[in-house]
């Protein structure tokens, strides 16, 4: 895993550095998940979902966003995403449990996931991202 928080003036600002299409996705996710919710996520609860985008900032905002409303409207909180990106089209298998207060609640609230700044640029170390998480 490896994000970065970067200092914003109202919102929180993550950038992401990986190998793979799909560890940046990856990581992208654990990022919301750990700002959201700290570090001490499990699973034991699936969720599945596949998305279609017209590229990879829209897919990356799609599933960002899909992860954020499952979450709120389920209660839960994500310990890990298995995602699989096959040119337009991603899917998601999310492994998580049942929010805990006890727990989960010394996170930032995420309202939305920002286009404002939103950056994916490869090249030969991997690939790289600029999110803005709105808070």
């Given at each position: ?19 793979t299409?799909?560890?940046l ?62 040119r ?16 989960h609640?010394?996170?930032?609230e995420v ?25």
């Amino acid at each position: 895993m490896s994000f970065e928080e970067i200092s914003h003036t109202a919102d929180v600002k993550i950038q992401v550095s990986a190998s793979t299409l799909e560890a940046l996705f990856s990581d992208a996710f654990d990022a919301l998940m750990q700002v959201m919710y700290g570090k001490n996520r499990r699973g034991g609860t699936r969720r599945e979902f596949t998305l279609h985008a017209d590229n990879n900032e829209t897919l990356l905002v799609d599933f960002l966003s899909e992860v954020l409303f499952i979450s709120d409207v389920d209660g839960l909180v994500f310990s890990r995403a298995g995602i699989t990106i096959n040119r337009e089209e991603l899917t998601a298998v999310l492994d998580g449990e049942a929010f805990d207060p006890s727990r989960h609640a010394g996170g930032t609230e995420v309202k939305g996931i920002s286009y404002s700044g939103l950056s994916i640029t490869h090249d030969t170390n991997g690939y790289m991202l600029d999110v803005l998480l709105d808070v």
